[in-house]
Nanobody, 123 residues
Framework: QVQLVESGGGLVQAGGSLRLSCAAS????????MGWFRQAPGKEREFVAA????????YYGDSVKGRFTISRVNAKNTGYLQMNTLVPEDTAVYYC????????????????WGQGTQVTVSS
């Protein structure tokens, strides 16, 4: 069982940056691949980024590629999502998720989820 807690969301102007954190309860955090997803009102959950258990492989959704960076520090049981050059379309609730499988793009493949953190980008 893994409990995930996101933090770092907030209100930012377009062009600004935020860094989200995802703190995991499990000491075995390093055994889990991690992903970030987001969901805006009235829209489906969207894949943002994923990272393998070692951090050696990363994947990004097309809409964030080149602007967002996913990373993790297993010694701290924490994952991160650095978001740069934010645009209003990035406004959503951001969720981190963990899986014992590979770092996939499909939200159904993840076993554990955080409660989400709101990111709002003003124009």
């Amino acid at each position: 069982q893994v409990q995930l807690v996101e933090s770092g969301g907030g209100l930012v102007q377009a062009g600004g940056s935020l860094r989200l954190s995802c703190a995991a309860s499990a000491r075995t955090f390093s055994r889990y691949a991690m992903g970030w997803f987001r969901q805006a009102p009235g829209k489906e959950r969207e894949f943002v980024a994923a990272i393998s258990w070692s951090g050696g492989s990363t994947y990004y959704g097309d809409s964030v590629k080149g602007r967002f960076t996913i990373s993790r520090v297993n010694a701290k049981n924490t994952g991160y999502l650095q978001m740069n050059t934010l645009v209003p379309e990035d406004t959503a609730v951001y969720y981190c998720a963990a899986t014992t499988g590979g770092p996939g793009r499909v939200w159904e493949s993840y076993d554990y989820w955080g409660q989400g953190t709101q990111v709002t980008v003003s124009s």
